[in-house]
């Protein structure tokens, strides 16, 4: 592979062009569509075809590269960068690497595509310091449960939550995942099992609605999630249904783990209050929308019923066992006493 070229789950770039694998597309297609143009990337981060806290930014990053490669000057470049940045509003990362990448956009091209790809091989970094904290937290013979995804399809690397499951699993731990299906756009039942089959771990997929019984039954032994802006108190912002997941394993004491790199924290964010929460479409509460080619579209409420489609919710820190980052895990605890603005990297 030349120096310039990087491929991920869900990302391959080489020459000036960034294929983007279509995670609406999935499990049915592996359908790579081209991402090197910023009206392209913008409709892909919409639609989520390209989602996943740390892999939007990423892919804005090597979006621009594409961009610069092919002559654009600073001007259309930082304009580019804006519209992006906006694309989507509560996962911090897109911000912090559309914000990283400001200086090089000035610069030469090379300049532009070598930041782009630092921030590639950093979350590749990020994920294996994530995967190497959490694995240690999990016993042999556990039975785990995770909600949207969080594994190499969200980031460039092996993943947030479901990286620190797979090197577990790696590791020779007997694992099970239970297997959250996330309502309404069905990041679980599409993408985390397709993940979890192609790694061959064990798993069962369920309604969102089953967390509960399945931890009655004594069945979960730690919850393991990811997260798209942290707070400075610890709160969290996820995917729409997490903070339900967390009331039901702190009422059965079940340990229930955040999976973060530095780059999904907002210290600027006193608590989770101030996280902005990304409104969706009604059609996707309304029904299943379908691809953009319109397969697959059901609707089943009536064609005006009135809906709320917050895309997250917001976990309070105090429901949080620990917070597994990439320089380590810090407790529930922790967190609560100031611990995240204490170790912030300068
Ligand atoms: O709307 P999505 O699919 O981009 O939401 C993704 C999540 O909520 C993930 O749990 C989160 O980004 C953290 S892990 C990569």
């Known amino acids: 592979m030349p120096s310039a070229a990087r491929s991920s789950l869900s990302l391959r770039y080489e020459s000036a062009r960034l294929a983007v694998l279509d995670q609406q597309a999935l499990p049915d297609a592996e359908r790579w569509l081209d991402g090197s ?13 390209v989602r996943g806290a ?29 519209r992006l940045r906006a694309a989507r509003p509560t996962a911090v990362n897109l911000r912090w690497a559309i914000d990283r990448m400001r200086p090089a956009l ?16 950093e979350d590749v970094a990020l994920c294996d310091a994530m995967a190497a904290h959490g694995a240690a937290l999990i016993a042999d013979g556990e039975e785990l ?14 993943g947030t939550a479901l990286g620190v499951v ?21 990041q679980g039942g599409r993408l985390t099992a397709w993940e979890l089959a192609r790694l061959g771990i064990p798993h069962t997929l369920i309604t969102d609605s089953m967390a509960a019984v399945v931890m009655r039954a004594g069945r979960v032994q730690r919850v393991l999630v990811g997260a798209d802006r942290v707070a400075a108190n610890g709160d969290f912002a996820n995917k729409i249904g997490t903070y339900g997941v ?29 996280i902005p929460i990304e409104q969706r479409d009604p059609a996707e509460v309304r029904g299943v929308t379908g691809r953009a080619d319109g397969v697959g579209a059901v609707r089943w409420a ?3 019923t009135p809906v ?18 990439d320089t380590g895990v810090l407790s529930g605890a922790e967190l609560a006493s100031g611990a995240l603005a204490r170790t912030a990297r300068a």
């Open 246 to 274: 967390a009331v039901l394993a702190a009422h059965h004491a079940v340990p229930f783990h955040v999976v973060a790199p530095w780059s999904t924290v907002d210290l600027a964010c006193a608590d989770g209050a101030a």
């Open 54 to 82: 740390p892999l939007i930014g990423v892919a804005a990053a090597l979006c621009l590269a594409c961009l610069a490669r092919d002559g654009a000057d600073a001007p259309a470049l930082h304009a580019a960068a804006d």
């Open 37 to 49: 143009d910023a009206d392209a990337m913008i409709g892909h981060l919409h639609a989520l075809r």
């Open 106 to 121: 000035s610069g030469t091209p090379a300049r532009v595509e070598a930041e782009a790809l630092a921030i590639f091989d």
């Open 302 to 304: 009536p064609v005006a």
């Open 166 to 186: 797979r090197r577990a699993w790696e590791s020779g731990k007997k694992l099970h995942v239970w297997v959250d299906e996330t309502r309404p756009l069905l």
């Open 308 to 325: 709320f489609n917050p895309a997250f919710d917001v976990t309070p820190g105090t429901l949080v066992t620990s917070l597994v980052l």
């Open 145 to 158: 449960l995770t909600h949207c995804n969080t594994g190499g399809l969200a980031t460039a690397g092996v």
